[in-house]
């Protein structure tokens, strides 16, 4: 699992969003449910998923990093960062609140 990570890592860094994106779908698919570090993963993922406009799949994943580990600080920025793409700015700030 932590290969997978930090391949993800240095591909989401070189850019490549879609390919990191399937690094982190192998570490939360063998990650604890209960594991703090799957909702780091998840958030992660999201902020890849922002990268490609899939903001929906991002909220989803930010949402389920914040009931695992309320005190993720990136999964609140990252949620907030989708949902003002999407226009929702006052969602966005009641987010970061």
Known sequence: ????????VALANEGKHAE???KYNEAVAGAAEDAPALAVMLTKRA????S??????AIADCT???KLLPECVPAYQ????????EG????AI???R
């Open 1 to 8: 699992m932590l290969k997978e990570i930090e391949d993800a």
């Open 20 to 22: 990191a994106i399937e």
């Open 47 to 50: 902020q890849s998923l922002i």
């Open 52 to 57: 490609l406009e899939k903001l929906d799949e």
């Open 64 to 66: 389920r990093a914040v």
């Open 78 to 85: 990252a949620h907030a960062k989708a949902v003002a793409y």
């Open 88 to 91: 929702k700015l006052q969602q």
């Open 94 to 96: 009641d987010i970061l």
